[in-house]
C-alpha cells in the first residue's frame, strides 16, 4: 500500500528527537540511542554514556542528530551549559568501570550495532559487537544474540556452547532447543538433535519442529547442508532479536497450517511486536493469542462481520486460508489488528476512532485523494459522522457504514499527526490508560478542546486538495 505523506512520516520517525536534551545516534534499521553526546571521529561514531564511550562503526549508522546547546543542562545545578570548543571532535577517555545503567546502555548500543551487521551477514563483526554487549550485560538477551551469530558464522562449538548457557538461564524456552537441534545435526549427531527437539515440541507443539523430528527420524544420516541453511534457521529461530522470548501463543483452528507459513507469520509478528513497542511506548505483559483460520471457515467460526478480514477481542483472529506466503495485505492485517492489543494495553478503552484510525495508521495505510474528496462532499452535505458517532465499536456496523467510519476515523489521525506531533498522541493514550476520559485525556494531550480539534479537522476537509 502506497504511502504518500511523507513528511508525516519524517515527523514519526523522529518522534522520539522532540525536546531533545541529548544527541540521538540514528542507526540503519530504525533503532536509535540516546547519548550525553556524540561526534564522529575517522570511521568511526563515538557516543559518551554516563563515565563510558561506545565506538561504533559508520557503517551502521544513520545520522546523527544533536540536541540545541540549551537543551544539555549541568546534572548539578539544572542550568544551561556552555558548549564546548569543537565539542563534537573531542575524544573522551574509556571508563573501566561504568555503573550498571552505563553498562545495560552501552550494551543496548552494542547490541543495536551487532544486529545491523548481522543483517548485513557480516558475522564476525555481529560477534565482536555481541561480545562486548555480553561483557558488559551477561543476560538472555546478550547470550542468545552471541549464539545465534557463532551458528550463522557456522562456528558451531561456540554456539552450542552460549545456546546451553542460554538454556541455563532459561531452561523452558523453546527456542533454544530448537537451536541446539540445529546446531546437532550441523555436527552430525542426530540423536542428540531428535531429543532437543523432542523436548520443545512437548511444551509448544510446532509444526515447523514436527517437521524438523520426522525429518531426523526417516533420513537420520543425510547430509546437514542439503535441508538446513542458515536462513533457514533464521525462519525458525528468531536470531538478531533483543528479546528471544516469544510474545505470542499461535494455533490453527479448522486444520493445520503450512509450516514455512507459520514461521513467515511467527517472525512478522516478532518484527512488528518491535515496532509499536517501540513507537507506541508501551510493551504488554502477557503472550498474546493469535488464532489463524481457513478463510472459508472464518466468518462462520467467529461469527465476524462479512466485512471484516481479522478481528481482535483480546485475541488476534486472522483468516490465513489458501495464503502459502505472507504479502503487503497480510502484513498490514496483522500490523492493524496487533495495534489495537497494544492500544488496549496502553490506553484501554479508548474510542472507536482512535482504536481504528491509529491501527490502519500504523499498518501505513493513509487517505487518497478519492477518499478525502469523499469525506469533504459528506461534510458539505453535513453527512459526515461527527466524532462522538465515530465513538461506539464499528463492529456491528452495517456494510454500507462501514467505508465512511474507518476512512474518517484514520482522516482525524492523520490530521492529528500533521497538526500537532505523534508523541502527543501517546500522550493521550497514556492519559487514557491512566483514567482519564477522552475529553481529559486529549485536552492535556493536545492543549485543546476535542471540539475544537474537530472543528479545525472540518476546516481541512473543506478546502479543496
Known amino acids: 500500500m502506497a504511502i504518500i505523506l511523507a513528511m ?24 536509535q540511542v540516546q547519548c550525553e553526546s556524540a561526534w564522529e571521529e575517522g570511521t568511526e561514531v563515538k557516543c559518551r554514556i554516563g563515565q563510558g564511550t561506545v565506538t561504533l562503526s559508520k557503517s551502521v549508522v544513520s545520522k546523527i542528530v544533536k540536541a540545541p546547546p540549551s537543551a544539555k543542562q549541568n546534572p548539578e545545578s539544572g542550568t544551561p551549559q556552555k558548549p564546548r570548543s569543537n565539542d563534537a571532535a573531542q575524544p573522551r577517555p574509556e571508563a573501566s568501570t561504568p555503573d550498571a545503567t552505563n553498562r545495560l546502555e552501552q550494551a543496548r548500543l552494542y547490541t543495536a550495532e551487532g544486529v545491523i551487521l548481522s543483517k548485513k551477514k557480516d558475522y564476525s563483526a555481529a560477534i ?12 538472555k538477551n546478550t547470550v542468545w544474540n552471541l549464539a545465534s551469530a557463532y551458528y550463522l558464522a557456522e562456528d558451531y562449538e561456540n554456539a552450542e556452547t552460549y545456546f546451553i548457557e542460554f538454556l541455563s538461564i532459561s531452561p523452558n524456552d523453546t527456542r533454544a532447543m530448537n537451536a541446539l537441534g540445529l546446531v546437532a545435526l550441523r555436527k552430525g549427531d542426530a540423536d542428540a538433535a531428535e531429543d532437543y527437539w523432542q523436548r520443545s515440541y512437548d511444551i509448544k507443539p510446532d509444526p515447523a519442529i514436527l517437521e524438523m523430528l520426522e525429518h531426523v527420524r526417516n533420513d537420520p544420516q543425510a547430509p546437514t547442508g542439503a535441508t538446513l541453511s542458515p536462513e533457514e534457521m533464521e525462519k525458525t529461530i528468531a536470531a538478531y532479536d533483543e528479546d528471544t522470548d516469544t510474545h505470542f501463543h499461535i494455533r490453527y483452528d479448522g486444520g493445520t497450517v503450512n509450516p514455512a507459513l507459520l514461521r513467515e507469520i511467527s517472525r512478522f ?85 482512535l482504536q481504528e484510525g491509529l491501527a490502519q495508521y500504523m499498518e501505513g495505510k493513509r487517505i487518497n485523494s478519492a477518499e478525502n474528496e469523499t469525506l469533504s462532499a459528506l461534510l458539505a452535505q453535513q453527512q459526515l459522522p461527527s466524532l462522538r ?63 475544537e480539534a474537530e472543528e479545525e479537522w472540518h476546516q481541512v476537509l473543506a478546502i479543496p486538495q
Open 389 to 451: 458517532k465515530l465513538t461506539p465499536s464499528f463492529f456491528n456496523a452495517k456494510d454500507e457504514q462501514v467505508a465512511v467510519l474507518y476512512t474518517g476515523a484514520l482522516s482525524f489521525i492523520e490530521y492529528l499527526v500533521g497538526r500537532y506531533r505523534f508523541y502527543e498522541i501517546n500522550d493521550l493514550l497514556a492519559n487514557l490508560g491512566n483514567g482519564q476520559s477522552i475529553g481529559q485525556a486529549f485536552f492535556q494531550a493536545f492543549g485543546v478542546e476535542l471540539t
Open 8 to 31: 508525516m512520516i519524517a515527523c514519526v520517525l523522529l518522534l522520539p528527537n522532540h525536546n531533545l536534551k541529548a544527541d540521538v545516534v540514528l542507526l540503519h534499521g530504525g533503532k
Open 269 to 353: 509478528l516478532e518484527d512488528s511486536y518491535d515496532s509499536l513497542s517501540s513507537e507506541l511506548d508501551v510493551e504488554p505483559s502477557n503472550t498474546l493469542e493469535v488464532i489463524l483460520y481457513p478463510k472459508k471457515d472464518f466468518l462462520s467460526i467467529t461469527g465476524a462481520p462479512d466485512w471484516s478480514s481479522g478481528f481482535n477481542d483480546g485475541k488476534i483472529h486472522l483468516p490465513v486460508g489458501g495464503i502459502l506466503s505472507i504479502n503487503e495485505r497480510v502484513q498490514a492485517r496483522i500490523m492493524h489488528e496487533l495495534t489495537h492489543s497494544f492500544l488496549n494495553v496502553k490506553a484501554g478503552g479508548c474510542p472507536a476512532w
Open 128 to 139: 565482536e559487537s555481541f561480545r562486548k554487549a555480553y561483557d558488559l550485560q551477561k543476560n
